[in-house]
């Protein structure tokens, strides 16, 4: 059994990648997936494309993160011509309070780079702030508000993108494990699956957190996220809103997520009652109507982290053919437009695009002499 192009992994990244190659009237592409679609972390998370939010300077990753938010527009529109599914990206924006005087000095400092850099950033007072967001805690002390920060759901995007590829032709192997790599003079040719080999002149290794287990020469671990859902009818805030501690998202469907935990836990999702302690407890923080929803959900999901905490994107110097999309860490919904198009001009022109020179997985290698 073999294909043209054979890509790893069924979240946002493996997906995009597909359809944009698919799109690009490459043939005979297979997406092999070991459990089902968008069943890991591509489904945990919170759906934020908010570059700016937590940004204090400019650099490689930052620019890469600017360019994707700055697709989304045209990529909801597409996915939902292709499809019909309507992706919510959501422009209201993004609001990060400064509680103590500590976050204070934090966003004053965000303020004057980005101002400077002529980003679009406005500093609110705690009343302006409220003007806003009513429901937010009283006691904040400024605020900064992001216009160009926006919120995209997570779990619809993966179902346009599921169809997009189904539309395209791509063949989707599901329950199929990889379990590794086959090379023969530097070159690819095909993986080990649990029903059997499949072979193929390029691979695209998108297996997010279980990268290392099919190539261990980039090393890739999970980072756990936990993450409570409430329900909350009507809405209580239309903005994004982030303390440095937490942050919590409105959904169109009155889902109110609030989220974060950052765990080195290995590979298990286990909801514990100290993460969602330390969610409700930061949440709160943001709005004191919080504590009042009824909670609806609670899951954790597992973030990629290359070991420089950057993704790894593009060919691997040492086996033709072999190219990583990965390591998308805290970013990975952020980043899918952008990396699905700068991996498929890779693929089809045979050329790195400049912008991926910084996340090359060439970077891991030791340099033996
Ligand atoms: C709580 C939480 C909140 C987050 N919030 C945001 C956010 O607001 N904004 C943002 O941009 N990002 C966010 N993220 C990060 C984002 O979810 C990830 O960066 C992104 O989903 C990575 O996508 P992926 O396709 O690489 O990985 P995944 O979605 O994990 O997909 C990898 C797939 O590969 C499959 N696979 C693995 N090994 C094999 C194998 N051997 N054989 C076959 N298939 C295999 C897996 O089953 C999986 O389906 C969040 C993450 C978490 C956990």
């Given amino acids: 059994m073999g294909h043209e192009i054979?890509?790893?992994?069924?979240?946002?990244?493996?997906l995009s990648i597909a359809r944009a190659l698919a799109l690009r009237g490459l043939k005979d592409i297979c997406l092999i997936e070991r459990s089902s679609l968008g069943a890991e972390s591509s489904f945990a998370a919170g759906g934020m494309l908010a570059p700016q939010a937590e940004a204090d300077s400019r650099d490689a990753l930052f620019d890469l993160l600017i360019k994707s938010r700055d697709l989304y527009p045209n990529f909801a529109a597409e996915l939902r011509e292709e499809t019909g599914v309507d992706i919510e990206l959501d422009t209201t924006g993004t609001l990060y309070l400064a509680v103590t005087e500590h976050d204070h000095d934090e966003i004053e400092k965000r303020y004057e780079w980005q101002r400077d850099a002529g980003l679009p950033v406005d500093k609110l007072t705690p009343e302006d702030a409220r003007l806003f967001e009513p429901c937010i805690a009283p006691d904040i002390r400024g605020a900064l508000r992001f216009p160009g920060d926006i919120q995209v759901e997570n779990r619809r995007l993966l179902s346009a993108l599921a169809n997009s590829v189904l539309q395209l032709d791509v063949q989707l192997m599901s329950a199929v494990n990889v379990e590794g790599l086959e090379s023969r003079s530097g070159r690819i040719t095909g993986v080990q699956t649990s029903q059997g080999l499949i072979q193929c002149p390029t691979l695209i290794l998108a297996a997010g957190a279980w990268t290392s287990f099919i190539d261990?020469?980039?090393?890739?671990?999970?980072?756990?996220?936990?993450?409570?859902?409430?329900?909350?009818?009507?809405?209580?805030?239309?903005?994004?809103?982030?303390?440095?501690?937490?942050?919590?998202?409105?959904?169109?469907?009155?889902?109110?997520?609030?989220?974060?935990?950052?765990?080195?836990?290995?590979?298990?999702?286990?909801?514990?009652?100290?993460?969602?302690?330390?969610?409700?407890?930061n949440a709160q923080e943001i709005s004191p109507a919080i504590s009042a929803l009824p909670i609806a959900d609670m899951w954790a999901g597992l973030r990629p982290r290359a070991a420089d905490g950057l993704p790894v994107l593009g060919p691997c110097g040492e086996i033709a053919g072999?190219?990583?999309?990965?390591?998308?860490?805290?970013?990975?919904?952020?980043?899918?437009?952008?990396?699905?198009?700068?991996?498929?001009?890779?693929?089809?022109?045979?050329?790195?695009?400049?912008?991926?020179?910084?996340?090359s997985p060439d970077r891991f290698r030791t340099v033996t002499s």
């Fill in 216 to 281: 261990p020469s980039v090393k890739v671990e999970p980072i756990k996220g936990q993450m409570v859902c409430l329900s909350a009818k009507p809405q209580l805030t239309r903005h994004v809103i982030y303390s440095p501690r937490g942050y919590v998202v409105p959904r169109q469907d009155g889902r109110l997520l609030a989220g974060s935990t950052s765990e080195r836990a290995g590979f298990a999702k286990d909801v514990t009652a100290g993460g969602i302690h330390t969610i409700l407890k």
């Fill in 6 to 14: 054979v890509i790893v992994g069924g979240g946002v990244i493996g």
């Fill in 322 to 359: 072999l190219i990583h999309a990965t390591g998308h860490y805290r970013n990975g919904i952020l980043l899918t437009p952008v990396t699905a198009e700068l991996i498929a001009k890779t693929v089809v022109d045979g050329v790195v695009p400049e912008e991926l020179s910084a996340f």
